[in-house]
């Protein structure tokens, strides 16, 4: 089965610097990349997801990058922001399949004024 | 569009005690998922759902059982709940089966 890898598993930045998380995954299958963003005691809210027929997306101060060769892709967040303090989850899968997806086990993104 | 519903919201269990996590979403989605995230942890698949009357295992269904007479609901049962079964419980749903929507999640404590 699938098996994704998220780093680092807590990330502390200045406000207004970016903040970069990095997941791999092992089944070259999948082609299917959300990010989701839970806040504590929340669910999780999908933020940006990517499908392996495109390299990059971006909505915003978000950016997600896939490189399907090396298997890993990352979420980019620019002019960080306090409430952009959470922990942030990736998953993958394969789209044509009918399984749920497989998570990381998340960044804590502490957000420093 | 309430979304996706759970109830109920927190529960204690007494180890060999049984009880069902109820799931509804008003979307008209197919596809429909049981999570479960232990703390500091991802989400796990417990059962999945391709539409009414299909069920399928996921990565941890030992312990729990699912049912799915209608589109709208996926209930989870619990029987003879043991402390390792101590978790937050996500229902989501979803469209096509690639974005998933999530309910507000079941807080489960089994002393």
């Known amino acids: 089965g699938e098996n994704v890898e998220q780093h680092p598993s807590t990330l502390s930045v200045q406000e207004g610097d970016s903040a970069v998380i990095k997941c791999t995954y092992s089944?070259?299958?999948?082609?299917?990349f959300p990010w989701y963003k839970q806040e504590l005691g929340k669910r999780p809210q999908l933020i940006i997801d990517i499908r392996s027929n495109v390299g990059e997306k971006k909505d915003q101060r978000i950016a997600v990058t896939l490189n399907k060769t090396a298997k890993h892709f990352s979420l980019h967040i620019t002019e960080t922001q306090p409430e952009d303090s959470a922990v942030y989850f990736c998953?993958?899968?394969?789209?044509?399949?009918?399984?749920?997806?497989?998570f990381g086990k998340g960044t804590h993104l502490i957000i420093q004024p | 569009n309430a979304g996706v519903t759970q109830t109920p919201k927190f529960r204690i269990l007494k180890i060999g005690q049984s009880m069902t996590l109820q799931c509804t979403q008003d979307?008209?989605?197919?596809?429909m998922y049981w999570y479960r995230q232990d703390p500091g942890m991802g989400l796990k698949l417990i059962y999945y759902?391709?539409?009414?009357?299909?069920?399928d295992k996921g990565e941890v269904p030992n312990g729990y059982n699912v049912s799915r007479s209608t589109t709208e609901d996926f209930p989870l049962r619990l029987e003879l709940a043991a402390p390792s079964q101590t978790s937050v419980y996500f229902c989501a749903s979803s469209p096509r089966g690639d974005t998933q929507y999530f309910g507000p999640g079941t807080r489960l404590t089994v002393l």
């Open positions: 979307m008209n989605h197919n596809y």
């Open positions: 089944d070259s299958a999948s082609n299917y």
């Open positions: 759902s391709v539409g009414a009357g299909i069920t």
């Open positions: 998953a993958a899968r394969r789209e044509w399949g009918a399984d749920g997806l497989t």
